[in-house]
């Protein structure tokens, strides 16, 4: 028995004496690892019930001080914190849902110019909206590669497909108005206090609709991690309140997200002005000083932390009050704009913006007015896109507009080029010499063994004369190159030269450039006034000669007529073809012999008639 306890004792305990006992012990069975991956079949039942329930030990984003400060003081998330945190307190999301290095803030690809909109009860808010949407480069790309829809598990309505399938269909270039009936009963979801009949209301409205379907895969309760959709890659951006304590005077940052800025319009003629204003107010938030726990109003200044990739301007033009009158006041814009003054300091970002969509609004209230938008298409031309309507528009007619939302994109950053050095300069030289003496060389040989092979051919007259033809050719043809390469290339300094992929300012420029030029330089007035004065008897002077001159008038009019009897054909005789082919046929009826009865007179009437007047000239008598 003691045996057998003992063997007992070290299948417990993990004994190193047996193999068999130690391969089988209970820590080693009980203590391996089970590793779940995630299933890639759906299970809708699954999914009902993890919206209905949540987990009782859900992990959370809220990071307690005691666990915090243990793990940093052992070290072990030390790293992680000063990642997470930058030095002006922005923290970083733990994770990117969508990453911003997969957008392109250009086009891709050119495409036709999409279709009309029908508007369906009184809607072009929805239109204009619809309109923004669709030509919004990052936007327009990330939906045409269906890089939501191909990954996408909701099985009912999804409000991104619905938006990519819009998208798609509208840039197909179909000749037919599109009808946009999937968005227009979703319209009367709105919250309540917003309008269908405001664009910027609408706009919100997409904005929402779109992340909240973007996040209903995704399951994340950080509000970090949820502004990282693809949407707040293209439209969000960050803004710092830097606040100030009035109990210990000192500031705090806090961050906020944006989607879209609202910009006042009084006392500024300019958007850069009104964007500056917004800036500048001071700003009050209630809130708790980190440092001295001061609980109370903080005041201070805010500014834009991190530029987004597009930005939606709404310029304020609806008073708030009851009859929501219109403020009809212009405002000017340009196609570039630079929001540097409105940037955080020492922060090295893209401030360069250029416009690509803009929504008008005409009428003096909300309620009676109407929507057009104007877009830049991706061949770099504007359009009015006015609900059905689509026609091509100038940016002088564009930019004298009143606009209620303009539309911004990033420009691309330039790419600086290095000067050159004089080293570089030396070492580009010397590979010019040594191409051209290869040229020459290669030349030389060539040459040489086309002699050569010309020698051959008048030794072998059984030789084809159409290779001989070539070979002379060929002969000819380096010869010639070989004088050309020796000769220098003279550049012409006063051409002007348009490159192929310039812009259309860029060349506009260049055209107007050209234009001044042939006015200046042109001779084309001289040569016509030297040509006319060359022709002493033109059209338009007195003295060519007419047939009405008293002096030449029967030598000129007798030379005509013996010309004109010469030249005259005889006459050929009309046969009763042509007759026919001239007046065209005409039917052939028979004349039928016509028995009119009424026409003949009436024997009773006349008996009758005749016995009248017998009696009458009885009675006479």
Known sequence: MSNKNQQAEKVVKGGKSDAIAQKNTIVNLLNRSIKFRKSRYVDQKLELFKKKFAPVNGVSGVVHATSAYDNISSGAGAENVADKVDANGFTRPSKVLFSKDKLNSEWNDIHPVGSGLKDLGQLSSLNAVLQVLTYTPALANYMLNRTHSANCTIQDYCFVCAVEEHIRTALKGSPYALQPRVFVGKLKKMQHGSSNKDAFDVWKYFMEQMQSFLLSEKRSKDKLVQETTALYQIFGGYIQKKLECPSCNKFDNVYDSFLDLSL???????????????FKQQITASRECASCQHEGGQKGTHSIYKSPMTLALQLKRFNTDADTTKINKFVKFEESMDIKRVITANETVNTKYNLYAAIVHTGQTINDGHYMAYVKSSNGIWY????ENVQVVSVKRLLEEKPYMLFYNMSPPAVAKRPKTSADKAKTQQQ????????????????????????????????????????????????????????????????IVVEHNANMKTKREKLGALIEKESAQSKSAEVKGALLAKTPNNQFQDDIGTWEEDAVAGTHADKRNQV???IKPKRKRVDMYDLDYDRGKVKKVKNKQQDDKFSKPNLFQITADMKQSKKSKKHHK
């Open 384 to 387: 009015c896109m006015d609900n």
């Open 432 to 495: 010019e010499i040594t191409v051209e003496t290869e040229i020459k060389d290669t030349l030389k040989d060539d040459y040489e063994e086309t002699q050569q092979e010309i020698d051959e051919d008048v030794i072998m007259p059984q030789i084809d004369n159409r290779e001989e033809e070539k070979e002379l050719e060929a002969l000819r043809l380096k010869q010639a190159m070989e004088e050309v390469s020796v000769k220098e290339k003279v550049e012409n300094t006063a051409a």
């Open 564 to 566: 004109l009897k010469q």
């Open 264 to 278: 006042d319009l009084t006392q500024c003629s300019t958007v850069e002005r009104c964007l500056t204003k917004h």
